[in-house]
């Protein structure tokens, strides 16, 4: 099929000669062609949409049928807004689109020809990995999809033949042809590469958006540590056939933190898998960094004892006790669990309180009780002293005072216990006035109508004041 419709080797297209044909898809071919004044090789891939346009003798790209002839032309200007788009990024770990042009009645885009192995072929002889070796790739390709998404593009179709490794070990993101902006309300042609396209994408009405690449990525790491390919997101719908990485991957070797995360990202419900980025990646182990710059510290071996985690409350929960509160809550509640618990341990300083304040996502009533139970005779204690925030004086912004934080602290501590001291600090921090205040630490109250109430009553008793 690739030699009917295919330029021919040889074949001169402006300063670019075609040595051969790289590949096939539904929106076009991909060459490696050699720039012949800089004698530097590059790829180029050309619009030619199969089920709506053909070749014609002269080589020339043109409609199959006046039918096809508006579809053509809109995808042809889509192709070439996209071009423009995809040249203005400048990453490392995402191919570089060199130029773009029109031509016999179609468009080029011209991109560097990156020299290495699909990760495919490259992962073969290296097998298992090492976690250290799986986030080395995992960050940079992340970064990499964060540009694409703060620009207002989906990939769409990530998986292992469109990660590339370079001669020097860096991975880098290859094939944006799939490409579309990311625009609310708008139709998405179905792509689907089964096992690591989300549900969203089988049909057109999908709601597609960064967590649908984050599907597809999830799908990609784990196949990197089970090396098996994920169930195809269909016949996960009505029964998850899926093993989830927590059960499928070796233990031992990669942290529970890294495979929740996996479970995470491939959740076939797009409402209830990371929404960006950023909240995929802080989900992972050794991540660093601050709301406006975030990278992997990628880890030279995975540890044989995990040390405790140090959360906001002043304490530190010992690790591998949040693993089993994990890995239970996450038997009723999927692999949204370990971020749930993360949640909730900020507001509490024994095990069993977390355990009790976790079961309230538990909807069946006997097994929330069960699981109540089993923790609340838990004796291991958190380290660190709870009332270390505590000893530091609140330093207020002038419009609001002292008596007013004592008061907001006070009716916060009936939803949340003592931290609401901390959670208070930060918030007059940011807030303007009283009111602004009591909007802020509102947010931390998980039931909505409680949190209403809280409001509603907590800035009624500030203006009598």
Request: proline share 6%; aromatic share 8%; charged share 25%.
């Amino acid at each position: 099929m690739a030699a009917d419709i295919a330029l021919p080797k040889g074949y001169a297209l402006h300063e670019y000669k075609i040595e051969q044909t790289l590949g096939i898809g539904g929106f076009g071919l991909t060459y490696l062609a050699t720039d012949s004044n800089l004698n530097l090789k590059v790829a180029i891939k050309e619009y030619l949409p199969g089920d709506l346009a053909q070749r014609g003798e002269d080589q020339s790209v043109r409609p199959k049928a006046e039918s096809t002839s508006d579809s053509f032309k809109w995808g042809l200007s889509r192709f070439l807004d996209e071009s423009r788009t995809l040249a203005s990024f400048r990453h490392p770990n995402i191919v570089r689109v060199l130029r773009f042009f029109e031509a016999n009645r179609t468009a080029y885009m011209v991109m560097e020809f990156v020299s290495g192995q699909p990760l495919g072929e490259w992962i073969r002889s290296r097998r298992p990995l090492d976690q250290s070796a799986v986030l080395a790739i995992a960050g940079p390709l992340l970064d990499g999809l964060d540009l694409i998404h703060r620009t207002g593009y989906l990939h769409r179709d990530i998986k292992p033949s469109n990660i590339f490794m370079r001669d020097d070990g860096s991975p880098v993101l290859l094939d944006f042809g799939s490409a579309r902006a990311a625009s609310a309300g708008t139709e998405l042609t179905a792509i689907v590469t089964p096992g690591y396209a989300p549900i969203e994408q089988y049909h057109s009405q999908g709601q597609q958006g960064p967590w649908s690449d984050l599907y597809a990525f999830g799908g990609v790491l784990y196949w990197m540590i089970t090396g098996k390919r994920p169930v195809e997101a269909v016949a996960r719908v009505r029964q998850d056939m899926l093993p989830p990485a927590t059960q499928a991957a070796d233990r031992k070797r990669y942290a529970t933190e890294l495979l929740t995360a996996i479970d995470w990202a491939l959740t076939p419900h797009e409402e209830r898998r990371p929404q960006s980025v950023g909240d995929f990646r802080a989900s992972l182990p050794g991540f660093t960094g601050t709301s406006d710059q975030k990278t992997l510290k990628v880890e030279r071996s995975v540890p044989v004892s995990t040390p405790a985690t140090t959360l906001p409350t002043g304490v530190s929960f010992d690790r591998e006790t949040l693993k089993r509160i994990e890995n239970e809550l996450a038997r009723h509640i999927g692999p949204i669990a370990p971020v749930v618990i993360r949640a909730a341990a900020k507001k509490t300083y024994t095990v069993a309180g977390l355990a009790d304040l976790v079961s309230a996502d538990i909807p069946d009533d006997k097994t929330r009780a069960a699981f109540v139970k089993k923790f609340s005779g838990d004796k291991s204690a958190p380290t660190g002293d709870p009332t270390r925030a505590q000893s530091a004086p609140i330093s207020a912004p002038s419009n609001i005072d002292p008596q007013t934080l004592a008061k907001a602290e006070a009716a916060l501590a009936k939803y949340i216990g003592a931290v609401a001291r901390i959670v208070v600090k930060r918030a007059a921090a940011k807030a303007r006035d009283p009111g602004e205040l009591y909007l802020l630490i509102a947010e931390e109250i998980e039931d909505k109508d409680e949190r209403k109430a809280f409001v509603r009553k907590a800035i009624s008793a500030s203006g009598k004041d």
